[in-house]
């Protein structure tokens, strides 16, 4: 039995053994199979060669976008630095009445003024300044409005303490017509002295050359356009204005300003404005006129000070035959502002002004001619940039004075 068994295993295990002998792969087999594993894996080598590429290629682009936008970033901030924006605006309420005439009342709501500002720097020395105003909110035909160009020059500095300019820029005469934006000074309306005799606003084209002898002490000297009088509204300086509109420059303009700032909340400055002839030589018997004007400003502490006198002589009997040729004006504002009067950064300031003024002063004329107006208001700092205005008006005129008008004028008005 046992010799049985004996034989019937071996006989399995010689059949298990020829079928696993059966299964082995020959040499040639492991050999085909090495090869098939080699091509496998230089595929795949390739593989991961290309993907690597495409992976460098994906960081260069990527570094590629971040180094452009960096420059574009850096051409931003450049641009942002040399190239900056700016203006100002104001709206005015008026309510007025004349107790003598009813139809020269006012009642009205006005946009005044809506300014922009675009300056550039193209280098350290050079410089590029612009004012652009749309007045009266409305312009063209039959509108009451006018879009003006006030200021397009440029500026070169020659030294640390001189200066060229050239184009189209503000004359350097009294305190308002080259610093006019609302939040810089008191009253709803610009004081009629500087409007009616200066005549701010006025600018001209030409050249100028800005010179600071010392600290505090500087002057501007200008060769521009001229005022051009058509004999309307009897001479009146203001009327003259030509805004470099194809301006007639038949006679040029001299224009020296000397200005001293050495203390501290002081400026007293004058200047000095002459023309060949008035009319640009179109009206016989108008001749050459010379402006004069000085004024102080002078703030210490809370306690404010402005002073100003201005004063026309023209040559020419044209002239002379309606009294224009002396005109003049002066006023004087005190205020006291109060610092943080509401909450932080919110002043309240009050001021009193008394003005004269006359464009027929000359030969036949005298005070009958002449405006004389006390205001009293307060000014509203919401921020250093934003203020509102109140303040009240009463006019004495001369007998001459066809309009006497007194009452009240709000405003808003801002700067950025």
């Not at 020829?18 to 091509?39: G, L, R």
């Not at 595929?43 to 960081?59: P, T």
């Not at 420059?249 to 060949?276: F, H, R």
Request: hydrophobic share 35%.
């Amino acid at each position: 039995m046992n010799i049985k068994k004996s034989v019937l295993a071996l006989a399995v295990l010689s059949t298990l053994s020829v079928s696993a002998m059966a299964n082995t792969p020959t040499n040639e087999e492991i050999y085909q199979m090495m090869q098939e594993m080699k091509e496998e894996m230089a595929e795949l080598k390739k593989e991961n060669e290309s993907l690597k590429g495409e992976v460098e290629d994906v960081a260069g682009s990527v570094d590629a976008v971040a180094d452009a936008t960096d420059e574009a970033i850096k051409a931003q901030v450049k641009l942002s630095n040399k190239t900056t924006i700016g203006g100002y605006g104001e709206l005015h309420y008026n309510a007025h009445r004349d107790d003598d005439n009813s139809d020269n009342h006012k009642s009205q709501i006005d946009f005044h003024r809506f300014v922009l500002f675009i300056n550039h720097e193209f280098n350290d020395k050079m410089r590029f300044v612009s004012e652009l105003e749309l007045e009266h909110s409305l312009s063209g035909e039959g509108q009451p409005g006018e879009v003006e160009l006030e200021q397009a020059y440029i500026q070169y500095d020659l030294t640390q303490k001189t200066s060229l300019v050239g184009g189209l820029f503000l004359i350097p005469v009294g305190i308002m017509n080259e610093t006019h934006e609302p939040p810089t000074f008191y009253g709803v309306e610009r004081n009629d002295v500087e409007k009616n005799i200066i005549p701010t606003t006025w600018w001209e084209g030409g050249a100028m050359v800005e010179h600071e002898f010392m600290d505090g002490l500087s002057t501007k000297l200008a060769i521009t356009s001229g005022l051009k009088s058509t004999g309307s509204s009897n001479y009146a300086v203001r009327k003259a204005r030509q805004k470099v509109a194809e301006a007639d420059a038949s006679t040029l303009a001299y224009t020296g300003n000397l200005k001293y700032t050495a203390v501290p909340g002081l400026e007293l400055a004058g200047t000095i404005n002459y023309q060949d002839n008035f009319c640009q030589d179109e009206i016989d018997n108008c001749g050459s006129a010379t402006l004069y004007e000085a004024h102080a400003v002078y703030n210490r502490a809370n306690f404010g000070l402005r002073a100003l006198y201005a004063w026309w002589d023209i040559d020419g009997s044209a002239v002379k035959a309606v009294s224009a040729d002396q005109q003049y004006g002066y006023y004087v504002e005190p205020s006291y502002r109060f610092n943080n009067a509401f909450t932080m950064n919110q002043d309240i300031g009050i001021f009193g002004r008394y003005a004269v003024w006359n464009n027929q002063d000359g030969s036949g004329g005298g005070s009958e001619n002449e405006y004389s107006q006390y205001n009293a208001g307060v000014n509203w700092w919401i921020d250093k940039d934003v203020v509102v205005k109140m303040d009240y008006q009463i006019q004495d005129n001369g007998s001459a004075v066809s309009k006497t008008l007194d009452g009240l004028n709000l405003g808003i008005g801002y700067q950025f």
